[in-house]
């Protein structure tokens, strides 16, 4: 496996506009496995993260977490994202997945997660600018491919050190930095705050992707406009809409109005969720599959008139067969209108 070229003149290092779009997915724990990550590749999402990969559990060659690193030819570029603590664990994690040629590797430095930040990782690390330092320059060492970092604004409100961190990060040989706009005791709550990606786009020099609160093509737009970000990053909206990549890619061109998003007819709906479904199940058996992908099902049906009955059932479907026959009864009523919760 070659690495796809990350830069347009065949240098090392991470150039954006070498990407075919500038809506990259987030990497989202639990959900962006090598299934997911394929068909938001399909739809065009420009680049795919993993989930975010134990550091420790790898420099061990944990076999699950080994398996959770690797990923099909056609999900390229896709970046690996690994969290810890020890830099030396982060060194030997990356040793490890060069085997694997991925297209780049990714810090965390914003899990608010108990169990990752009672550890000292994830967005803990925001309050330890040496701690940070130190994993970086770990990283950069172990590898020529990219290293990203993906951080928060900072660990409480009133304490954002976002530009300070990315100033050390680029110092470190960083060569993207991801910024979320909320701040670690934030969580997931209230609007993030996409001033402070921009004050982030201000004090470096390396490509910054901004994330969060990104569900359409024109809340894309707009924070490119308001930030002048390199790329988005796209989480919580790609859930059972990977459409939003190439609503996206139209919405951030040279037009200067943006279209309404495409409505997506069941029929065509229901062809990726069978794909999807296809894929998890070439990687871990129908049985698993059936159950992991009750989660995209809730998702993917969203917004369908009736849908809620058949959601129940989805539920406790076990076999592909019956969860075929449910989604193609649902599909009597015709295609779904627009989601309203998905508007800007
Ligand atoms: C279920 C879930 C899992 C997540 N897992 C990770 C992860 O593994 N690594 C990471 O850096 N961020 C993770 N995040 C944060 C997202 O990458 C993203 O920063 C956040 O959801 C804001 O973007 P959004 O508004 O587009 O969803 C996760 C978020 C959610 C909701």
């Known amino acids: 496996m070659t690495a796809a070229p990350m830069t347009s003149d065949g240098s090392s290092g991470f150039d954006p506009a070498a990407l075919a779009g500038r809506a990259v997915l987030a990497p989202l724990a639990g959900i962006t496995d090598s299934p997911f990550r394929s068909v938001c590749r399909r739809h065009g999402a420009a680049m795919v993260w993993s989930e975010m990969l134990s550091a420790e559990a790898l420099a061990r060659d944990h076999g699950k977490t080994m398996r959770m690193a690797a990923f099909r030819p056609e999900e390229r570029p896709v970046v690996l994202q690994l969290f810890g603590t020890r830099p030396a664990a982060f060194a ?6 060069e085997g694997l040629a991925p297209d780049a590797f990714d810090l965390n430095f914003g899990c608010p997660a108990p169990k990752i930040v ?3 990782g994830g967005s803990a690390l925001l309050r330890e600018p040496a701690a940070v330092a130190a994993i970086a320059r770990a990283a950069v060492a172990a590898t020529r491919r990219p290293v990203f970092a993906k951080i928060r604004s900072g660990w409480e409100v009133g304490g954002e050190n976002a530009v300070e961190i990315a100033r050390q990060l680029e110092q470190c040989g960083a060569a993207a930095i991801a910024v979320h706009g909320r701040t670690k005791s934030q969580l997931f709550a209230g609007a993030a705050d996409w001033a402070v990606i921009g004050r982030v786009r201000q004090a470096v020099g390396v490509p910054v992707i901004g994330n969060g609160d990104v569900v359409s093509g024109t809340a894309a737009r707009r924070m490119i406009a308001e930030t002048g970000c390199d790329l988005v990053m796209v989480g919580r909206g790609a859930l059972g809409n990977p459409w939003i990549f190439s609503e996206i890619n139209d919405a951030v061109g040279p037009a200067t109005t943006v279209a309404p998003a495409r409505h997506i007819p069941w029929t065509e709906r229901l062809v990726v969720i069978t794909e999807h479904m296809d894929l998890m199940a070439a990687d871990k058996g129908e049985r698993r599959a059936v159950l992991e992908m009750r989660k995209h099902l809730g998702w993917y049906t969203k917004g369908i008139p009736g849908a809620a009955a058949t959601r129940r059932e989805l539920m406790t479907a076990l076999t592909r067969e019956r969860v075929m026959e449910l989604l193609r ?16």
Request: hydrophobic residues 30%.
């Open 92 to 97: 030997a994690a990356i040793a490890r997945l």
């Open 118 to 120: 009672k550890h000292g």
């Open 329 to 344: 009864a649902l599909g009597h009523g015709g295609g779904i209108s627009p989601d309203p919760e998905r508007s800007p």
